[in-house]
């Protein structure tokens, strides 16, 4: 039973890999999602009857590798098509006019986004549910502004993989989060796509340098609940106190929220 539950699994990770892609998403991905979904409710019924003994499981965990295999031929031929390989190639060279034509070729939900004004990338402040040190943030907005922010893309990302990762930047300044970076118009002279899905800005390089980026820095902190944390007021103070003082010390700009 338990490995007819991991099979399944598996092809539903598969069917959400594989319907990241425009292909994907097409009628080729939706008669494998159906598949997908007749599958597992399959196993359900069974098992709410009782019925679901060896013979079956064993039947359905057949059809579960079966489809899973399908999943992951789709996936080899989107990324060994010419669109992508030559994505791959831009990505590399860094060719913005070839990424812009093709990145919406080949991910399902994204669109090139016009000239961005203002936009925001949050900046880690939490480490295991307790504030990181002051230095290391400060350190992490310098290394943004000199080296860059570092582009990430999984086998989930929505519009970027591993091969065509993307920074993710956002057009409003994400809630929740007391410390950000402001990137001012201008200061990206890259392309940007958009997910659709989303509202979330992709800038399919490497890297993206931000030499001009401000920081906004809460007053107070607001926590979600969901963080699960406990931070005291005067401890934030004093961290926020910190931080001020270290970006100061670097002259890097700070607005106070």
């Given at each position: 039973m338990s490995e007819l539950e991991s099979a399944i699994a598996d092809a539903g990770a598969l069917l959400v890999r594989a319907q990241k892609y425009r292909r994907g998403a097409g009628p080729e991905g939706r008669a494998l999602g159906r598949e997908a979904l007749a599958l597992g409710d399959a196993a359900r019924r069974l098992h709410r009857h009782g019925a679901l003994d060896d013979a079956a499981a064993r039947a359905l965990l057949g059809d579960a590798r079966a489809l899973a295999g399908r999943l992951r031929g789709l996936v080899a031929e989107i990324r060994s098509g010419p669109d992508y390989r030559a994505a791959k190639t831009a990505h590399a060279a860094g060719d913005r006019a070839a990424l812009t034509r093709l990145l919406p070729a080949i991910f399902a939900g994204l669109e090139p986004a016009g000239a961005p004004s203002d936009l925001f990338a949050p900046v880690a402040w939490l480490r295991r549910g307790r504030l990181r040190s002051s230095t290391d943030v400060v350190a992490d907005v310098l290394a943004a502004r000199a080296e860059g922010l570092v582009a990430e893309g999984d086998d989930l990302s929505a519009g970027a993989d591993g091969d065509l990762p993307a920074v993710t930047l956002l057009a409003?300044?994400?809630?929740?989060?007391?410390?950000?970076?402001?990137?001012p118009p201008g200061a990206l002279a890259l392309h940007v796509h958009r997910l659709v899905d989303t509202g979330e800005l992709l800038v399919h390089a490497p890297r993206v340098v931000v030499p001009g980026a401000l920081v906004r820095l809460?007053?107070?902190?607001?926590?979600?609940?969901?963080?699960?944390?406990?931070?005291?007021?005067r401890e934030w103070e004093r961290f926020r106190d910190d931080v001020t003082a270290g970006l100061r010390g670097a002259a890097v700009p700070i607005e106070t929220v």
């Open positions: 409003e300044p994400p809630p929740g989060e007391p410390i950000i970076l402001r990137v809460a007053r107070a902190l607001e926590l979600d609940e969901e963080l699960r944390v406990a931070i005291a007021p």
